[in-house]
């Protein structure tokens, strides 16, 4: 059997296009008639997918093995990070969660962590031609380098060779490479076959000399620069910072920014749709008078993001966009904290208590331990609409306003409405992604829908993401360095 090649791109920093880049790399090797899986031995993301067997996976693995033309596994991710504070994430091990550990206390668990993501890559590679692999961060944060498991840590373990890539788009791009060059160790540099220059705007051409001086003082060879690839809004964004402002249309729907804000890929079909503008609201400005509606997403710390949520001044300008007659829909942490009261007799999300809800919908939610992950099959209610889409979250939610649901879900009621018909809340992620639905929902707004196909568009994107880099990477090169 003929070994399977394997390559892994790690950046020079986080936000550097990786995800994306290994997302084109996948939908380009298979186009070639190759079988490829890809990998990211360890993720920090709040933004996560639900794999057919109910496990969690990083949001953009989960776009990798679309793109791969398979179905998302936990062993594509087998580390992942969900940060709950400042100091703190929940550790979700091969798809379920293992512990909630501190910065300081992750170190110890880091061994065993190992032996889990070269246990899931020995898996995941079985059989297939190709797996592509996406460091985390940068490999020259030395100071990590004790027991990584995210980048050389994992490459030197499983002995894959590295491609490292710097985005010109922040500047500084030739420091960055340079610079990690002079930082890493000798074994580590060794490793590095070759740098790519992404995010370039304008005439590539134009850097020539900047990238000739990159080999020169590396030593390391050149595989293309990459141009903006300027459709990357049309994909399922992975980090927050990715979140921008979008659309153009007449009906707007604002967004605060939690900081704990989790699963946020609900917003990306409606930034598509001609007749929604979707308005990001930054943590210090207040949510705008002209909304049409008020959207609070998921949140990976419900009782934190309300604390902050308030902080921000946000529940005034709520009660006054509520009052104007304005709309509200909360998305599982957000219908959480629409009710009356949240509980949290066991302390899972800080003090065990009970915090004062929005009370916005006449429903409280009591937190447990059990977390509910799983891919979910509704019917839209008042549309009578099929919708797909997945719950992750803790907690039950009960109360008078769960006799209006939104959703029936295996015959049971799902989510609640308010008696003026104003507000909703809902524990379902992902619900705009089902065409019929989303644009039964549009008609319900009086806006129009367009004929966007959601599934198709993101399809499509990822063919034009590797024509892309078919025309700027050299992969015959790439794929020679994964099989040596």
């Known amino acids: 059997m003929t070994r399977t090649a394997a390559i892994m791109f790690q950046g020079t920093g986080s936000n550097v296009g990786k995800s994306l880049l290994v997302a084109g790399m996948c939908r380009a090797l298979k186009r070639r008639g190759l079988t490829v899986r890809p990998f990211k031995p360890q993720n ?66 880091k061994p065993t962590l190992l032996k889990a993501t070269l246990k899931s890559f020995d898996q995941l590679k079985s059989g297939i031609d190709n797996i592509v692999i996406e460091g985390a961060g940068s490999p020259a944060e030395i100071n990590l380098r004790h027991g990584d498991i995210a980048n050389m840590g994992f490459a030197e373990a499983a002995n894959i060779p590295v491609i490292l890539i710097g985005d010109i788009d922040r500047g500084g791009v030739i420091a960055q490479l340079v610079g990690t060059k002079s930082v890493i160790s000798d074994t580590d540099a060794a490793r590095i076959k070759g740098f790519i220059v992404n995010k370039f705007r304008g005439d590539p051409t134009l850097f020539d000399d900047g990238f000739s001086a990159i080999a020169n003082l590396t030593g390391w060879q050149g595989i293309g620069t990459v141009p903006w690839f300027a459709d990357s809004s049309k994909l399922p964004a992975e980090d927050a910072l990715d979140i921008r402002s979008a659309g153009s249309g007449a009906y707007k729907i604002v967004v605060p920014q939690l900081s704990r804000m989790a699963n946020f890929d609900d917003l990306d079909p409606l930034a598509q749709e001609p007749g929604i503008r979707v308005q990001m609201i930054k943590p210090g400005s207040a949510l705008p008078g002209d909304a049409d509606m008020v959207l609070i997403p998921g949140s990976k710390s419900t009782i934190g993001d309300l604390n902050f949520f308030r902080q921000q001044g946000w529940d005034i300008d709520l009660k006054a966009h509520h009052r104007r007659g304005g709309k509200i829909l909360g998305i599982c942490g957000g219908y959480q904290m629409l009710g009356q009261k949240i509980h949290d007799p066991d302390g899972i999300e ?135």
């Open 350 to 484: 800080g003090p065990a208590g009970s915090t004062i809800g929005l009370a916005y919908l006449d429903v409280e939610t009591t937190m447990s331990r059990e977390k509910q992950v799983s891919l979910v099959a509704a019917t839209h209610i008042a549309s009578n609409t099929a919708v797909q889409g997945y719950e992750i979250h803790i907690g039950a939610t009960t109360g008078p306003d769960r006799t209006r649901p939104v959703m029936q879900v295996n015959g049971r009621p799902e989510g609640a409405g308010s008696a003026d018909g104003l507000v909703q809340g809902t524990y379902l992620h992902g619900l705009f992604s089902s065409d019929s639905f989303r644009a039964a929902w549009l008609h319900s707004l009086n806006i129009a829908s367009s004929t966007l196909n959601y599934g198709q568009s993101v399809d499509k994107t990822l063919d034009d993401l590797a024509d892309h880099l078919e025309q700027n990477l050299d992969i015959d090169t790439i794929l020679a360095i994964a099989r040596s």
């Open 44 to 109: 920090m993301s709040n933004n996560a997918a639900v794999t057919p067997d109910g496990g969690e996976i990083g949001r953009a693995q989960a776009l990798q093995a679309l793109a791969c033309g398979v179905p998302p596994s936990i062993h594509m991710n087998p580390v992942l990070l969900k940060p709950e504070s400042e100091t703190g994430a929940q550790v979700i091990v091969q798809g379920k969660r293992l512990t909630t550990a501190k910065a300081r206390d992750y170190a110890k668990l």
